[in-house]
């Protein structure tokens, strides 16, 4: 078979390996893409028919190479008929028969359709290289997706390399020696108390592994997610790791509605074990576990409560820290309640615009009215702005 020459095509290979962080066999398959569309380009210079190649002209011809030859092969996989009238496509009978007698009308045979060294041409030659560098930008994407897809939903060690408008491009790796990639941090998934300076080290959430082969980095992360602080627990309270005590939801509002309220969790926790106190085993000895996570979050506040399957008492303690007279179910269906409180907690109850009773919505996933006690006309309420449906992050950790 005659082949078109590749100079130090193994060599080319490795280097391309190397330089890409892509193993060997992906930057095969992407010179074969590549030399076949430039292939393509050679015969659909030769007509002046254009309309001839659709899209899957040339889906029976394939690209082999050769590295002992140091060059590559066109081949093309033709049906033997008894009239041709695509030669790119069919071969005559009489044609194989001279090659093979046991040939039959219907079978396929594999023909070697390789041109000439010259005459595979400069402009073939350049839509190679432009088509490559495209096959290894896209067997790149491919190898990112296939190495973080199942790591959605974890923790990632990164560090800023960058900035683009508004976004920050941080270099994240999966670990087991492997290279890094880029991420992209939005600004609604960044902390308003970080700092985002060049190579400054954060751990991530990784909230979406991208499809498709489109601009820019395909792994999206966040340092505004619930999922954060759920690692974030795991990792400093042992109870959390050995399932002891869980995590039953989160409620979240990293970046809050207005610039004058702080960020601010609420995390609901329950065991098992009547011998163990869940908040107690989370804020730790002298605040020390729960400390540690509100370092990582640059002086977050965290509201840790305990959770109950009573909605009555759930309610009063995710309300924390404000002191509740009692709380009426209004609508079970429609999980509604009205929750009465002393006059002199009513703006504890409600926060710092709305936050906390914001955020209490979240958690419990009922709809609050805070009212003050002892008043019946003028009364304090809090209704739409203040349903699980309005915006903060929200992760249930556990069904009830």
Not at 347 to 371: E, M
Request: charged share 30%; with cysteine; aromatic share 4%.
């Amino acid at each position: 078979m005659a082949t078109v020459s590749l100079p130090n095509l193994g060599k080319m290979i490795n280097d391309i390996s190397e330089g890409h962080n892509l193993p060997p066999s992906a930057v095969k398959i992407a010179l074969q893409e590549a030399l076949l569309k430039g292939y393509e380009r050679y015969r659909r210079s030769q007509t002046l028919d254009r309309d001839q190649f659709d899209d899957d002209y040339f889906d029976n011809f394939e690209v082999q190479l050769d590295l002992e030859e140091e060059g590559f092969m066109v081949l093309a996989t033709k049906e033997i008929v008894e009239s041709v009238s695509n030669s790119d496509h069919q071969i005559g009978l009489k044609e194989v028969k001279e090659v093979a007698e046991e040939a039959e009308l219907g079978d396929t045979v594999v023909i070697d359709v390789t041109p000439q060294q010259k005459d595979f041409g400069r402009m073939a030659a350049i839509q190679t290289k432009q088509v490559l560098m495209q096959k290894l930008r896209d067997q790149e994407r491919k190898m990112i997706q296939e190495e973080f897809q199942e790591l959605e939903e974890t923790v990632l060690q990164a560090r800023v390399v960058r900035f683009e408008r508004q976004s920050v491009i941080m270099a994240v790796t999966s670990g087991y020696g492997r290279p890094e990639v880029e991420a992209e941090l939005p600004i609604k998934e960044q902390l308003p108390n970080d700092n985002y300076r060049a190579n400054a080290a954060f751990r991530v959430y990784l909230k979406k592994v991208r499809d498709g082969v489109g601009k820019g980095p395909q792994l999206i992360v966040s340092r505004a997610s619930a999922g954060l602080v759920a690692y974030l627990f795991e990792n400093e309270v042992p109870e959390i790791q050995d399932e002891v005590v869980r995590i039953v939801a989160i409620a979240r509002e990293a970046n809050p509605p207005s610039r004058h309220v702080g960020s601010r969790t609420k995390l609901a926790v329950d065991t098992l074990d009547r011998d163990i106190d869940p908040v107690g085993s989370c804020i730790g000895a002298r605040g020390s576990r729960i400390q540690a996570v509100v370092n990582e979050l640059r002086g977050e506040k965290i509201d840790v409560i305990r959770w109950s399957p009573d909605p009555e008492i759930y309610i009063k303690n995710a309300l924390s820290p404000a002191q509740i007279n009692r709380v009426v179910l209004m609508d079970t269906e429609e999980r509604h309640a009205q929750v009465i409180v002393p006059g002199n907690q009513l703006s504890l109850a409600i926060g710092k615009d709305g936050q906390n009773v914001r955020l209490s919505a979240h958690l419990t996933g009922w709809k609050l009215d805070i009212k003050e006690a002892g008043k019946q006309e003028e009364e304090a309420e809090i209704v739409e702005e203040f349903s699980p449906d309005s915006e903060a992050t929200v992760e249930a950790l556990g069904s009830e």
